[in-house]
T-cell receptor, first 111, second 131 residues
Framework: QSVLTQPPSVSGAPGQRVTISCSGS?????????VHWYLHLPGTAPKLLIF???IRPSGVPDRFSGSKSGSSASLAITGLLAEDEADYYC???????????FGGGTRLTVL | QLQLQESGPGLVKPSETLSLTCSVS??????????WGWIRQPPGKGLEWIGN???????YYNPSLKSRLGIALDTSKNHFSLKLSSVSAADTAVYYC???????????????????????WGQGALITVSS
């Protein structure tokens, strides 16, 4: 049972827009802590997509965007490409656990 | 170009100590702009933060692992290590090392927290605990 809650799966057709939600509580996202997002292709190194709720590291396409409101955050992907098919994880800080916490991950399928 | 590479035994017997090393190239583990950390992913499950270490040696551990865990730096070899004692099958996982970005400072109810994120990861090493 992950501290942050993500939908197990989402899907979309090429070119479409999808969003992945990340729901937390008053000890993490709702307390005001930042949310970060990662892309993970099984068998490879996870990659940072978004940090500080909405900041894209150099090299990450602007098709990826992050937002946060209250105790939840979202990752939006526009102009879906087949190469976007992967697992996506959110991460924040939890004050009751005094450390980083992750969501359970969302598998994105490009139809 | 930054590279992180985990190395370890692959198979560890129950009750023994798991030891992993993360070799870093393309950056110095003495760089004060970053921390260094470990994350794991049990088979079929999500990611779990294990712990971080500052360039000065201060460590921060997942409370659920703290009593069994040690993370250390070796600046002469530019690598950092993880030791997890008294392992069981529940410790079977892919173990990742990562460079940790130092994010914003948040002060909530008087408690100051540096919000960290994992800005570069290694490929991961599968560690199986089995007799």
């Amino acid at each position: 049972q992950s501290v942050l809650t993500q939908p197990p799966s989402v899907s979309g057709a090429p070119g479409q827009r999808v969003t992945i939600s990340c729901s937390g509580s008053t000890t993490n996202i709702g307390a005001g802590y930042d949310v970060h997002w990662y892309l993970h292709l099984p068998g490879t190194a996870p990659k940072l997509l978004i940090f500080g709720n909405h900041i894209r590291p150099s090299g990450v396409p602007d098709r990826f965007s992050g937002s946060k409101s209250g105790s939840s955050a979202s990752l939006a992907i526009t102009g879906l490409l087949a190469e976007d098919e992967a697992d996506y994880y959110c991460q924040s800080y939890d004050s009751s656990l005094s450390g980083a916490v992750f969501g359970g991950g969302t598998r994105l399928t490009v139809l | 170009q930054l590279q992180l590479q985990e190395s370890g035994p692959g198979l560890v017997k129950p009750s023994e100590t798991l030891s992993l090393t993360c070799s870093v190239s393309g950056d110095s583990i003495s760089n004060t702009n970053f921390l260094w950390g470990w994350i794991r992913q049990p088979p079929g499950k999500g990611l779990e933060w294990i712990g971080n270490i500052y360039s000065g040696g201060s460590t921060y551990y997942n409370p659920s692992l703290k009593s069994r865990l040690g993370i250390a730096l070796d600046t002469s070899k530019n690598h950092f290590s993880l030791k997890l004692s008294s392992v069981s099958a529940a410790d079977t996982a892919v173990y990742y090392c990562a460079r940790v970005g130092r994010g914003s400072i948040t002060i909530i109810q008087g408690v100051r927290t540096e919000e960290n994120y994992f800005n570069f990861w290694g490929q991961g090493a599968l560690i199986t605990v089995s007799s």
